[in-house]
DNA sequence: GACAAATTAGAACGTTCGGTCTATTTTTAT
DNA sequence: ATAAAAATAGACCGAACGTTCTAATTTGTC
């Protein structure tokens, strides 16, 4: 009897559902969310799909528990190093410093990451996981800028629009990375840093 | 015996693609690429799905015809106001505004642009019209910005950065306005112009 | 009005999907 | 060593997919 109420993962457990988790990854990178079937995970790790149903209870926690792993991750990466900095200028450009850094480590956890959020649909159609993330990310964002505003190191820019754009610049980045891997990712984000500190100067 | 070699289409076969067309672009914007099943197209205008096969010889072909007259009717509108204006300023100015009215004219069809040409996908897997897209979208948007630094009126940045995340900025834009029906169009696009004048500039 | 072509509906096909079920093997604990 | 639990393989299910086929109906033409 496994995972009712608050038993927890055996240690077999725990690297089974890594690794069914690291081929979703892969396969979403790949092939997309649309190609990112339970059958292939399971082939790719060479076990029974039923085992990845066993593992999880459903295709949908597996995308799930897949995403939120990824966020961590990032963010866990991401975060430190905006508060590292005190000014808002600083903050920003280690943001997007961290970001690409974490982009060129985990190419393929933040293609997976897009391509799913942006396709994950509850039963009432919903892109719920899009609106969490997007949402999640103006929370962790919005009061950077927020800040730099009081501070009078920005401008007084609408916040959703400059969060936003960065948000989806970066994306850029990774998607003119995939269709073009030889590219410079430290000059694409010295670009980045230097058009948004222009962006928000006062 | 119809489209054989050039055949021209009747009035009435015209006016079933467009038909169906349209309902390919009402369901690809509401249920997303996925979800754009040919049978449901077929509902949609109340005829068997044999049909919408009868008319386009396979669901590609339903699909590329949709985004080709989609980049068509967007572009008629949005280069010729570009092209009015002389100054490298104003025609990024113009090309934002333009682009903007179009989005709030046509919501549907650049929704489910960027659902389909995010997960379309050949026999070899490629995302094939995400790369054209691109592609055509650089060469008409990097002459612009190239111009404008020749002129002197922009600053020397890297073409393809400021292209992409101009772009990602006005399909960010979408993205909220979709989640948020209620903000204003027009001031979201005004935050963009000075965000980007600030970061073209000289 | 008759005949051919164009258009349509609907059944059927093979494939893939997420998910369930059962039986078997492997692991763990005593 | 043995009994219980965990883990696995594989068959199976109903639903949905794109596509094909056939038969019927509508339309256009002379």
Redesign the pocket.
């Not at 190609?35 to 292939?40: D, Q, R």
């Not at 060479?46 to 085992?51: H, M, R």
């Given at each position: 009897?496994?995972s009712n109420s608050r038993?927890e993962f055996?240690f077999?457990?725990l690297a089974?559902r890594q690794q069914i988790i690291d081929a979703t990854i892969e396969s979403a990178a790949k092939e997309g969310y649309a190609?990112?079937?339970?059958?292939?995970v399971a082939q790719k790790v060479?076990?029974?799909?039923?085992?990845v149903?066993?593992?999880f209870r459903?295709?949908?926690e597996l995308i799930e528990e897949t995403v939120t792993q990824i966020y961590d991750s990032l963010w866990s990466f991401v975060q430190p190093r905006i508060l590292a900095e005190s000014t808002a200028n600083a903050q920003l450009r280690a943001y997007i410093e961290a970001e690409f850094e974490y982009l060129e480590m985990n190419r393929d956890q933040l293609l997976a990451l897009s391509s799913i959020i942006t396709n994950h649909r509850n039963k009432q159609g919903d892109l719920y996981l899009l609106e969490k993330a997007t949402e999640a990310y103006l929370d962790l964002i919005g009061p950077m800028l927020e800040a730099g505003q009081q501070s009078g190191d920005f401008r007084s820019f609408a916040i959703v629009p400059m969060a936003r754009t960065l948000m989806h610049a970066i994306n850029g980045a990774l998607e003119h990375w995939v269709r073009h891997p030889d590219i410079s990712l430290r000059d694409y984000a010295g670009e980045l840093m230097t058009l948004f500190d222009l962006a928000t100067q006062q």
């Open positions: 009897m496994r038993k055996t077999i457990e089974r190609g990112t079937a339970v059958s292939k060479n076990i029974s799909k039923s085992v149903l066993y593992h459903n295709k949908d």
